[in-house]
Nanobody, 126 residues
């Protein structure tokens, strides 16, 4: 069993930055690809970014490419999402999730993940 706890959300002005963290309590954290998703009110949960277990590979949604960076520290069982140049449309609840296995396609979809955190709110004011 893997438990995930996100932190670092908050209120920020457009153009600002936030860094989200997701801490895992599971001993097998290092074997999972880790992803970030977000869900705005009234909308579906959307893929943001994913990183492989070794940090060798990652990919991003087009909407955040060049602004967001995903990273992980396996010694700390933590994955991060650095968000720069934030826009009001980035406002959402952000979730981290642990995936089953690495895939350059499937990890864009929520069904490819087995464990989810409770989410952290990010609000970007204009």
């Amino acid at each position: 069993q893997v438990q995930l706890v996100e932190s670092g959300g908050g209120l920020v002005q457009a153009g600002g930055s936030l860094k989200l963290s997701c801490a895992s309590s599971g001993r097998t954290f290092t074997t999972y690809p880790m992803g970030w998703f977000r869900q705005a009110p009234g909308k579906e949960r959307d893929f943001v970014a994913v990183i492989s277990s070794s940090s060798a590979s990652s990919y991003y949604a087009d909407s955040v490419k060049g602004r967001f960076t995903i990273s992980r520290d396996n010694a700390k069982n933590t994955v991060y999402l650095q968000m720069n140049s934030l826009k009001p449309e980035d406002t959402a609840v952000y979730y981290c999730a642990a995936g089953r296995r690495w895939s350059t396609v499937l990890l864009r979809y929520a069904y490819a993940y087995d464990y989810w955190g409770q989410g952290t709110q990010v609000t970007v004011s204009s």
